[in-house]
């Protein structure tokens, strides 16, 4: 992920000056692999891999803003067996969102395969009384804990079911 983020940037730098036919290039590539784009509902364009879905995610980074959970989430998205949500999904804090259904929350996962940890990041399910009562609902072996030992909690389980 992290190559196809440096290509598709260096891509981008190098299409200002390009001449148009590499700009429809770019655009192409934009909405085929959903690159570049701060809504998670765009990964509805995205080309489905071969072999994957999209799943609910293992792990929920929840943490207080600005505490880093953004630089938690970019360094955990260069390894190959886990995939992140583009955006903060706010499903279980916002009741707009809650409504919709988990079937639209699964909507707003990127595609994985059955070896990759999926992860969602949203800050503001720390301060929300109605967020660990969702996410339990959703999912009651999550537990709802600092960021880091939720995350070694999750690849735990996930090595554990590979062996």
Do not use: C
């Not at 290509?7 to 909405?31: F, V």
């Not at 929920?60 to 938690?72: D, Q």
């Not at 009562?133 to 090595?159: C, E, V, W």
């Amino acid at each position: 992920m992290a190559f196809l983020l440096v290509s598709a940037y260096l891509l981008l730098t190098h299409a200002q000056g390009a001449p148009a036919e590499h700009g429809a290039l770019l655009e192409t590539l934009k909405s085929q692999v959903g690159l570049f784009s701060n809504k998670s509902e765009h990964y509805s364009a995205q080309v489905r891999p071969p072999g994957t879905s999209r799943q609910i995610p293992q792990t929920i980074i929840i943490g207080v803003r600005k505490g880093g959970t953004r630089a938690l989430l970019e360094m955990l998205d260069i390894h190959p067996n886990i995939v992140v949500a583009a955006t903060e999904v706010h499903f279980f804090d916002w009741d707009e969102n809650y409504v919709k259904g988990i079937d639209w929350y699964r909507s707003l996962m990127p595609f994985s395969y059955g070896n990759q940890i999926t992860i969602e990041k949203t800050p503001g399910y720390f301060t929300s009384p109605q967020a660990p009562g969702r996410i339990h609902d959703m999912n009651s072996s999550i537990k709802l804990q600092p960021q880091f030992t939720l995350l070694l909690y999750a690849l735990k389980k996930k090595k554990q079911k590979n062996y």
